[in-house]
C-alpha cells in the first residue's frame, strides 16, 4: 500500500544503541516510538548498551531493525567509506546475525534492516551498493527494508521480493529536490521542538514537507525518524505522538515486532504467505 498523503496509520521510529553508556532518555523514546533501529557496533554503541536497548525494545513491543553501517566507528558511520562489495556483504551479515542473536536471547525477532549514515545514503544513488545491501537482506533472511523516498535500492529489493517501507525524517531539514540538507550545513537538524512537530504532522497527513528554500516538496512515507542522539529526540517524539494521534492518525510499526515470526526465515519465494502490513514503496 503505497502512502497518498493523509495516511490512517504511521509509523515512528528512531535510531538507538549509539551511546557508550546507557542512556534513560532511549528508554523514553521507546515508549512513543513503534519501531526502534538499533545500532549492530560497527559505527556506535557498546555490547551492553546494545543489548539493553534490545531488551527495553522488545519489553516495550516495539519492532527491532538492523542498523548495518560501514564499519567506521571514528567516523561514526558517516563518512563515505569504499568497501569491496564482496567485503560489505560479509560485514552487513556479520552485523546483522550479531544484533539477531541479542534480540532472539530477550525473546523478539529482527522486524526489518536499515543501513545507516552514509551507508543509507550510498543505497539511495549507488546501484552496486544497493544490489549488496539486498542480496545481504535475502541472505539473513530480512523481507523488509526501510529506505528513503526514491532510492534506487527501491527496485532491485522489490524485484527480489523484499517489502520497502519508505522513510521520512521528522528532525531533518530538507532540500528542495527531496534530499535531506547536509549534516556539515548549518540548519541540518531541526532542533526548534515546534518545527519537529509541525514536520512530523505534514510528513503523515499531507505527504509533503517544506524545504530549507521556502519550497513545498511531496515526500509521502510509512515511516517517521527521530534520531536518539538528538537532544530531548524522547520528548519531542512524545509531543508528536501525541499531536499525530489528535490529528486522528494511528500510531503502528510498520513491520512485525516481538510477535512477529523468528528473523532467519526467508520470505516464500513466490512472494504468497503473510507479510508485514507494510508502507511499501515502488518509487
Known amino acids: ?17 549509539e551511546h ?38 522488545v519489553e516495550h513491543g516495539v519492532a ?8 567506521d566507528r571514528v567516523g561514526f558511520g558517516r563518512r563515505p567509506l569504499e568497501v569491496p562489495p564482496a567485503v560489505l556483504h560479509a560485514e552487513i551479515v556479520e552485523q546483522y546475525q550479531f544484533l539477531k542473536r541479542i534480540t532472539r536471547s530477550a525473546g523478539g525477532s529482527i522486524a526489518y534492516l536499515k543501513p545507516h549514515g552514509a551507508l543509507y545514503h550510498r543505497m539511495a544513488v549507488d546501484r552496486t551498493t544497493a544490489d549488496v545491501i539486498v542480496s545481504a537482506a535475502r541472505r539473513v533472511g530480512c523481507g523488509v527494508l526501510l529506505a528513503p523516498p526514491g532510492a534506487v535500492v527501491i527496485d532491485p529489493a522489490v524485484a527480489a521480493g523484499l517489502v520497502v517501507a519508505v522513510e521520512g525524517f521528522a528532525d531533518r531539514a530538507y532540500r528542495g529536490d527531496g534530499t535531506l540538507v547536509p549534516r556539515q550545513e548549518a540548519g541540518a537538524v531541526l532542533e526548534d521542538r515546534r518545527a ?5 504532522l ?20 510509512g515511516s517517521l525518524c527521530f534520531h536518539g542522539d538528538t537532544p530531548g529526540a524522547d520528548a519531542v517524539a512524545a509531543e508528536a505522538r501525541a499531536a499525530l494521534v489528535r490529528e486522528g492518525c494511528t500510531v503502528a510499526a510498520f513491520a512485525p515486532g516481538r510477535h512477529g515470526p523468528p528473523s532467519g526465515d ?18
Open 64 to 71: 527491532v531493525g538492523a542498523h548495518v553501517s560501514f564499519r
Open 1 to 17: 500500500m503505497l502512502n497518498t498523503g493523509r495516511v490512517p496509520t504511521i509509523d515512528l521510529n528512531a535510531d538507538l544503541g
Open 202 to 221: 505534514s510528513l503523515a497527513l499531507r505527504g509533503t514537507v517544506r524545504a530549507a528554500d521556502g519550497t513545498t516538496v511531496a515526500l509521502r512515507c
Open 266 to 283: 526467508p520470505p516464500p519465494p513466490d512472494g504468497t504467505g503473510p507479510r508485514p502490513r507494510p508502507f511499501d514503496a515502488t518509487g
Open 20 to 57: 557508550e553508556v546507557w542512556q534513560r532518555s532511549d528508554a523514553r523514546l521507546l515508549e512513543s516510538v513503534t519501531s526502534a533501529s538499533i545500532s549492530c557496533g560497527f559505527h556506535a554503541g557498546t555490547p551492553e548498551v546494545i543489548r539493553r536497548t534490545v531488551a527495553c525494545a
Open 196 to 200: 519537529v512537530v509541525a514536520q512530523a
